[in-house]
């Protein structure tokens, strides 16, 4: 069950640094940004996503406190997958800003994993899980961004470009980090004030 939690941290810094490596080229390529824009545009983009997750975040770790812990590591995972999913077809810069912008609204993963790990594991035992959110973080952040970078043009239509390919592979993760707490983590906050339809899944 740690597993799946860890694995949720780590899908929280695959949708943040995923797509970097290629953001520049890509406001150039795919979104027609002018050269001398390219940098506003792409702190743009890495920008949307921190200021929504700073909006969102305490508001979305308030509600696990009452709703239970799994229905936000779910939504944060499913709606990370589908808008890094999406970023390879969008051309439009405004729609891409969005796009990060909700990524970051929805997912509170690493801050919600953490509090799970609360749940799940006793006082004296919590120094060692803990410790391995933040390594599972790096280490995603690290490979993410590589894999991101490298899958560049894996496959390129004429419709599409070549970005489809590595928005693809980051969504993979979080595919399967929404799939693994589906199936194989339980709702872990028996102290929840309301009760939701996944208590007992």
Known sequence: RVGVVLLCVASDAVALTGPLPYLPQFCLSQLSIPPDEVGNYVGGLIG??????????????HWSDLYGRKPFLLSGSLVSAVFSCALGFIHDPTVAIASRATIGLFNANFAIGRATISDMVPPH?????????????????ALSSAVGGLSVGLFWTEQYG????????????????FLATLLLLPESHTGRKFKHPLQTL
């Open 125 to 141: 035992l919590r120094a060692l899980p803990f410790a391995y959110t933040g390594a599972s973080f790096a280490l995603a952040r």
């Open 162 to 177: 070549p970005y489809v390919a590595p928005s693809l592979v980051t969504a993979s993760p979080l595919i399967a980090s």
């Open 48 to 61: 949307a996503f921190s200021i929504a997750n700073f909006l969102s975040s305490a508001l979305l770790g």
